[in-house]
């Protein structure tokens, strides 16, 4: 089954840290683009940071720039999303994406894939 299987997430304290995995299930990465989006509650879903396929640039949003890394193993099948000095308003359900396009600065575009989504509270 070709899916994106994401992991990670939690509660975490205001200032910490989390990281979470997108990994490649039927398919390989190494070809795509991969973009990190996120959605807070009555918000709607925004891109946050783009790799792109050869993990050479990566773009991040000015929300996030800083304090995001976005990484991938491709021989793992593997993005990675390090997120430290959470904030409060970084609480989202955070969402991974692949495309065989291009990231559109920090957004990926026409992704073919999604990510299930994973849920982010940062709350003392």
């Known amino acids: 089954q070709v899916q994106l299987i994401q992991s990670g997430g939690g509660l975490v304290q205001p200032g910490g ?16 683009a991969i973009g ?16 792109t396929s050869n993990g050479g640039v990566n773009y991040y949003s000015a929300s996030v720039k800083g304090r995001f890394t976005i990484s991938r193993d491709n021989a793992k099948n593997t993005v990675y999303l390090q ?24 957004v990926s575009t026409n992704n073919d894939y999604w990510g299930q989504g994973t849920q982010v509270t940062v709350s003392s």
């Open 83 to 106: 997120m430290s000095s959470l904030e409060p308003e970084d609480t989202a359900v955070y969402y991974c994406a692949a495309t065989r396009s291009y990231c559109s600065g920090y």
């Open 17 to 32: 840290s989390l990281r979470l995995s997108c990994a490649a299930s039927g398919f390989t990465l190494d070809r795509y």
């Open 36 to 51: 990190w989006f996120r959605q807070a509650p009555g918000k709607e879903r925004e891109g946050i940071s783009c790799i």
